[in-house]
């Protein structure tokens, strides 16, 4: 509903820089997750009037029960990175095992690893906020330099701008930088790439990292506790390329005078 209009009315967490030249201005945030809480914290600080609009009834704090992530149960209930419920996180902390499983077992623990949750840690950020749970856009209309929104109860609001912190879908074909050619040889799963054990392509020698490498390898790889698997596996498959690709050739052999040189 948002999409074709203008960046003075609507743009994405991600591109808020810039949050000063918000001060005195009605902004919604949409979404429920770190970076809607985040942006909405930050906007609030610059001076700007901020409600949020969360599809949940409440936003989901992280941290609120210290004693299941203790030494005496979290290595027990929680993988290493902490991504993902009790037990689930175990499974998501071991990708290789994570990608072996059924497809409809990844379909249903995938999402809950990644659900929209916040660290408790921003909640004096957020705490003067209006938060208003079980709302959100159903449709979005320019009126004059602002915009009015029509929630799914049928209110509506205007707002000066609206920040959209709801994720992002995963797409390489769209990538700019990657040829229409190139993006036709590439084996895509709802737009991801699908990718081997070392992160690599159906093209030789093109590997996907970070997020579009999550259908292949599990929600672990949309958080930065997942380069550690995601660094190893790419390097052990690219020094086992690098050692396909050697030839081995003689030393050149030495010349006449060279041997005599060295005879003497």
């Excluded at 949409?30 to 700007?48: I, K, N, P, R, T």
């Amino acid at each position: 509903m948002f999409q074709g209009l203008p960046s003075s009315l609507v743009s994405h967490t991600s591109e808020q820089i810039d949050v000063d030249k918000f001060r005195g201005k009605n902004v919604t945030v949409v979404g429920a997750g770190q970076s809607a809480l985040e942006a909405a914290g930050f906007l609030a600080a610059a001076g700007a009037q901020v409600q949020v609009l969360t599809r949940n009834a409440s936003v989901h704090w992280l941290g609120r029960r210290p004693w299941l992530h203790g030494r005496a149960l979290g290595w027990l209930l929680y993988g290493k990175g902490d991504i993902g419920p009790a037990g689930v996180s175990q499974i998501v902390q071991r990708p290789n095992l994570f990608r072996r499983l059924p497809r409809r077992l990844q379909a249903w623990w995938g999402p809950r690893a990644v659900r929209p949750a916040v660290l408790d840690t921003i909640v004096s950020q957020v705490q003067n906020l209006t938060i208003r749970g079980e709302r959100f856009p159903v449709a979005a209309v320019p009126y004059g330099d602002r915009l009015r929104v029509r929630l799914n109860d049928g209110s509506e609001c205007m707002a000066d701008h609206v920040v959209l912190g709801t994720g992002y879908r995963v797409n390489v074909a769209r990538y700019p930088f990657l040829s229409p050619e190139l993006i036709q040889q590439i084996a895509r799963v709802d737009g991801y790439p699908r990718l081997d054990g070392g992160f690599e392509t159906s093209v030789p020698s093109l590997h996907f990292l970070g997020a579009p490498a999550a259908w292949s390898f599990g929600p672990l790889m949309r958080f930065v506790a997942g380069t550690e698997f995601t660094a190893r596996a790419v390097a052990r498959r690219v020094e086992r390329a690098t050692k396909r690709s050697r030839v081995s050739v003689p030393a050149p052999m030495l010349s006449d005078t060279s041997s005599a040189r060295r005879a003497s």
